[in-house]
Structure formats: C-alpha cells, structure tokens
C-alpha cells in the first residue's frame, strides 16, 4: 500500500520577534517569531536539511526527488538537482521541481504518490521549502516564516498509508509575484478569503470526505494551509472540527512557510500519531490538494525523532530587524574594508563537485587514511603513504567531528560577524578547515561536537556558491 | 652535498623606511633599497651581474626591476609568500655560490597600501586555480588563520585565557618598544601590556596589537663569493646556513597536525643548523629575527627554533631571555609587527638588522658580541606553509 515511509523537517534556528518589527515601524507587532533562514540559508539549503532529515536512516533506494517552493534560488536552473546531489541520491533518480503555487508541496505529494502507485518509482522523496519575502512595514513581513518539509513515499512498511486524495484547480488570484516582484502581492485582504479561500477549501475539504463517506469525526487530526491563525482558527470551524482535532501550524513560532507549510505540519502531526489515526490534509493555491492518510503500526518508529519538530522549535536564536534586513538583502551595508574575493569560476567548480556534493574526500587502499583538501583540489598522493592514485571515494558530509581549533574573525566578511572558523578532525579520521555557521561564539571551544551543513559560501553578482560548513551538534 | 657555508658574503644592504608611503611607488623604493645597498658596498650599479626580485603582489616578471636602470643582465622575479624576500636572498646566494656570477643583487619590494583596502589581498591560497578562483576555499582573515596557533596553544597548554593573552601582549611590547628605536620602522609607539590586552580583539586571541603592521617597503643585498668579500669592506657578513622547508599541508589534510608548532619552521632550522654546525641554537645563536605576523607565531617559533623548549616558551617570555638587553634577542628592530611586512622585502629587512647587528652598527638595539644572527620567515598559514631560515655570521 502506497504511503509515507519516513518524514524529514527543517526549521532555521533564527526567530524574528514581532514585537521588534512593531518596535521598528511604530505599530504593533502580533505575537511570538517568525523563523528567518540564516544569511547563509536559502530555500535549497533549508531542503537539504530536510531531505537529510528524511532519509537518515533510511538507505533503500530512492528513484525520485519531488522539490516544491515558490523561492527558487534560480529562475532557470534545476533546484532539485542540486538537493538530489547534497543528499547524494543516485544519478538515475527522477528530479523534479514544482514551482509557483503555495499548493506545490502538496501537488509534489499527490505526484509522488501517483508514481509510486503506478510502478514508475519505488521511493519518491518530497521536499518543499520556502524563504519567501515580505515588504517591510507589511503585513506579509510578520506573517511569513523560513522552513521546509520532507515526505518519503513509498510502499514498504510505510509509517502512513494514503487512503485516498481529491483535488481541485481554481484560476483564482490572491497572492501573486509577477518576474519583477520581489515582494508577495495580494488582493484585498477580505475579497481573497471570502471569494476564494473559504469556498475552495470547503469545496475541496468537503469533496474528500463526500468521496470516501467519511465526517469529521472519523479524524483525528486536519492538516491544512491558511495564511495566519486567525484564517486557520476560522476554517477549522468550517469545516466542522474540534479545536482538539486541529495540527498546531505553529504560526506564532515559526509563521506561514508557504509551500512548505502543510508538510511541516504532517510531519508534526506523524511525530505523535498513534497507529490508526486517520489525518485529513490539505493544501491550498491555485485550488486544493486534498488527503487520507493514515498512521499505521510504523509510526511510532517517528515518536523519538531527533531532532523532533518540539526539539527545533525550541532551539531559537534571536535576530534583531537590522540583520535581518541584511540577510535577505533588503538593506544596503558597508562592504568590508578586506580585499574583495573572486567570484566563483564555474571550471574550477565543476572539477570540485564531488566535494561539494557531499563532502567528498578519499580513502587511501594502502593505509586506509581518510583525507579532504581543504579548498578542494584533488589529492592524487596520499598525505600519509604517499601511495599515488589509490584512492576510493570517501563520504565526509554524514560524518560527526570535534573542533580541533577555531578562530573567532572579526574581520571576515560574513553577514553574521564575527565569523567562526575551525579546524575539524573527523571521526573515523580526515581533517578539513572550514567556516562554520549557528554557532553562539560565546560557547566555541575545542573539543566542541560538530556536524557538516550545506550553505551558501557567497553569493556574489553570478551563480549562488553552495558547499558545506560545520556547525555545533545540537543535543 | 655541500653546504652553502662561508660560500658567500653580503657585501652590502639598503632598507627602506617601512609604512605607509603614500609618497612612493615600487619604483621609488626598489631605486631607495638598491641604491642604499650600492653605496654601501662600494659599488657602481654596472657592477651587478645578476639580480633576484622578490614580490608577491607588486608587480609580475623580472620587469618589476626595471626602474633600476639595469643593462641587460639577468634578472629573476620570485614568489614565495611571506618567504619571498628570503627567496630571492637565496636565489642570488646559491649563484654566487655556483660560481655563474661574482656580484648579484637580491632585492625584495611590495606596495600593499596602494591596494585601497585594509590588510592583504587574500585569500591567494598556495596551489589554488589562479587566484582565488577555488570556489570553496573558506573566507577568513589572515589573523584567524594564526588565530588558530593561540586557541590551541593554550588549550594544550592549560593556559588560562588571561594568561594567554599576557604572553603574547609581552611579545607585542617588546617588538614596539624595539621598534621605537628604530627610524626605519612603520610605528614608533610603545605599547604597554595592558594597552595590548584591551585593545579590540581582531580573532581572539589576537587583538589590534598582535597583528603585523600592513606596510609598504623594500630592502636589498649585495652578495658576493666569499673570498672576494674583504675586498669590499672588512666586516663582511657570511652566509653560514640557508634552508627552505614545505610540506604537503600535512597539517591541514591529515589528522594528527597539534596547532601548537610549525613543522615547516621547525625542520627549516633543523636543516640550517646542520648547515651552519650549530648545536646549541639556544647557545650560539646571538640575535635573531623571526616572523612574527601575529604573536601567536612568535610564540611558537621560539619554540620551532630551539630557543625555548616545547611548551616553555612561558618560562623564556617571563624571563625577559627575548629583549634586547636578553639572553637572545628576538626582532631587535621591532619585528613584523613593529617594523612593517611589505611580504617581499621583509625577509631581506630581517636580514638588514642582522648585518648590522653583526657590524655592530644596530645604535641603540645593538646587541652585545654578537657572532651568528639568523632569520626567519614563514610564508603560508600553521600547517600548511614555507618554513625558511637563514643563519649569517661575521667570522669567516
């Protein structure tokens, strides 16, 4: 039976307070933080965090990788690509993105779904994630959140099975962003509720329920899209439901994640699911995609994931509204008085990709030493017996390490100054100098546990330079 | 093979003032340094038969020299990081020493204030694809890759932070009060302890005052064959030992690198002293001057070195053994950090100290009886770097 086979969710760990933003513009902020992708996130990144988080422990092998958002890092180039080649799937698996709806995510499911079904994949991993930008001083501003989902569907002991789906298209325009808009546009707040989500989302809802006889009460849990939580809180009772059978969006923590939302919210819903639970979800734009899904005797291998969904929601950094601003490049900054580097040549980087695909490095046969370049050439002599060409392929992105020892930089270039950087002794061996990110400088010592996080290096005026950073284990 | 000892004599040596020379171009200190080594090897600019240039950023080929003036010998531009004005000392030496020219000039230059920004132009990693164009090499600062010496040495140590940083304040103030001595020098301030332990932290631990001046200058020399030096004045100063050392980033690629010395240094003054028979660096090197861009590697060197044993160089900073009325004077003319390091003339400004350290014409920094001086540079970072030294006494 076709279903979700694992789940994988990522959430920045940086919360802009409301209140701050009130604070900034002489209004009155709403409750609680938004999540805000580090200077070094992006939609792709925050992906791979969750597509990781998805297949951990989980080595069978996946045939397709679904990627949904509304942010792409590029107009044209593949998102998904790059995502398959972090995670490091095999280069057979069907890449795909699904792009321009805040429904993507869940079109990325049914799709998934629909290959799975009809024999043309096997496992089919769902990624959605979404950095999508406010206007400052606007409502979208504090509503917004940074974070993405991630369902594996597949048909082996899945922890979730889909009983069924109905979906609806509707040439409806409520939020839009034309080539030239940097910011969401949006219909009078009223007229795109009342003319479009209400009745689509009933239309949708009550379109499921009607096709496989089911009422509200044969949930447990409703998993849907909404703007904020007064639309949320609103439609629920709609729909007929308790506030008891509601999954929490967490949008005072978090805010609205756009495409990714609803898988964010499945994958919380699935942490504490009890087997038989029947969960309704659905996602809304440009129409609905609409869900059964049922946990089955498997879910509870999900109840002590780590990190669980509670687990990022409690691990939150403050940032304040001016780095903000400068992180997502909404402000201009003093550039640093240091010597401008060189754009990343796309030559030298292509011969690096095995480096930047999951922290390759090699092993040599004669001696077994792990090893890594540091900027990434290639290592032809091994550095510890010399032996020429007798490497294999050794994978460093999956690996833990401790800080050997690090510098604090105050003159490096970063958006979230002063820059750490450490010199990183793998376990199992190899050592690699590197920068790190979602550290509390305060707390850097050697010996420090770390783990490898695919971010943005640079992004200059050309191609968005990712590849890998440390950053301190969080447990 | 033979050592290069007592092959070779500097015969001759000119030093710019270092700073920030607003008021010259390369040209104009290339023409300062040159002309300064000239006069005081008695010399006319026809008499040189070869010359070596060093630079890392200043200029590309051996055309750079061509505000001297120079009628068609041959001329040899070299690279070697923070090493390259050592380099082109010993490119000059070893063709003295292999008998194709009697007179050769080495001289080093470097113009890093022209650049419009603030510290060196980075990071030009050794080996990368052509300047930087590695996609992925990390964005740090010099400091923080020195930085890294600091953190980890008082670690291993069980140094207290506090304490730390002490020691390397005490490096710091004893290189300015040097320094202050000096008119050639890029700063003329004394610095007191605390003044450097508050300063603001660039990479912790390194502080405003830890970290070298970014500087423009050049320095040259005049080398000769050694039995030919006498004719030229009669305190020559003789090559004894020349020695380069680079790895394979060792320290950076393999595991097992301890951040708490520098391999490339330490087997850079192995192998010089072998060259030079010395035994007890500690004993007979008289005076030195060493590459202290930031105090952390001044820290370890002594240590790299031979004069403070592994782990107590504590001991020899408390001591005051380092100063300049010490056991063993470091960076009498005010070091990297007090003098300045244009990168290519600053292994020949080290050895301009020494010579005349060794004529006994250092004024106020002079150091008592001195007989072997050495030099010492470091291009490239902790555990992966170009260790050299080079060790000139004024006995034949």
Known sequence: MVGITSIGAYIPIYRLSREEVGKMWLTKGSAGGRAVAGYDEDTVTMAVAAALDCVKGNGRKVDGLYFATTTAPYKEKQSAAIIASAVDLDKECDTADLTNSLRAGTTAMKGAIGAVESGAATQVLVVAADCRLGAPKGRFEQILGDGAGAVMIGSTDPIATIEGSYSIFSDFTDLWRTNNDDFIQSGEVRFIEEAGYIPTMQEAVQGLMKKYSLAPADFSKIVFYAIDSRQHTDMAKRLGFEKSQVQDPFFGQIGNTGAAQVLVSLVAALEEAAPGDRILVAGYGDGSDTFIVRATEHVSTMHHRKPSMKDMLARTVPVDYGRYLSWRDLIPTEPSALPERAEPSLAPRWRERKVIRALYGVKCRKCGTPQIHTIGQSLRVCIACRAKDEFEDYKFSDKRGKLFTYAIDKLQPTKNSPGLNGVIDFDGGGRWICELTDYDVSKAATGMPVEVTFRKLSQGKGIVNYFWKAKPVLE | ?396
Request: aromatic share 8%; proline share 4%.
């Open chain 2, 1 to 396: 093979m033979e050592s290069i000892k007592d092959k070779v004599a500097i015969v001759g040596m000119g030093c710019t003032r270092f700073g920030e020379r607003w008021d010259m171009g390369v040209e104009d200190l290339l023409v300062e340094a040159a002309y300064e080594a000239y006069e005081d090897a008695g010399i006319e600019p026809k008499d040189i038969q070869a010359a070596w240039l060093g630079t890392v950023f200043s200029g590309m080929s051996a055309m750079t020299l061509s505000p001297l003036g120079l009628q068609y010998i041959p001329v040899t531009r070299v690279e070697n990081m923070c090493a390259t004005g050592s380099e082109a000392l010993r490119g000059a030496c070893y063709a003295i020493a292999a008998g194709v020219c009697d007179i050769a000039l080495a001289i080093g230059v470097e113009k890093l204030k022209d650049s419009g920004a603030t510290g060196v132009k980075g990071p030009a990693i050794i080996g990368d694809n052509t300047d930087g164009s590695s996609s992925i090499g990390s964005g740090y600062s010099a400091p923080a890759s020195f930085a890294y010496l600091g953190t980890r040495y008082f670690s291993h140590y069980n140094l207290a932070p506090e304490e730390g940083k002490r020691l390397l304040a005490e490096i710091a103030v004893k290189n300015h009060h040097n320094g202050s001595l000096n008119p050639k020098a890029h700063f003329h301030n004394e610095l007191s302890v605390e003044q450097v332990m508050k300063a603001p932290i660039v990479a912790w631990p390194l502080g405003l005052f830890d970290c070298c001046g970014v500087s423009d200058g050049a320095a040259a020399a005049i080398v000769v064959r050694a039995d030919m030096a006498k004719r030229f004045r009669a305190d020559p100063i003789y090559i004894k030992g020349m020695a380069i050392s680079v790895g394979a980033r060792q320290g950076t690629i393999g595991s097992g690198y301890d951040f708490v010395h520098v391999e490339e240094n330490t087997r850079a003054a192995q192998a010089v002293y072998e060259q030079a028979g010395i035994k007890n660096p500690r004993k007979e090197i008289s005076c030195a001057e060493v590459h202290d861009c930031f105090s952390t590697h001044e820290l370890v060197v002594y240590e790299d070195l031979q004069f403070s044993p592994r782990g107590r160089a504590k001991e020899d900073i408390d001591a005051g053994t380092f100063t300049l009325k010490g056991e063993l004077p470091v960076n009498t003319d005010g070091g990297l950090k007090c003098f300045g390091h244009p990168l290519g003339a600053s292994g020949l400004r080290m050895m301009y100290e020494m010579y005349k350290q060794l004529q006994g014409k250092a004024g106020p920094r002079q150091v008592k009886n001195p007989r072997l001086a050495m030099t010492h540079n470091l291009g490239g970072n902790a555990g992966a770097g170009v260790g050299c030294c080079v060790v000139v006494g004024n006995e034949k």
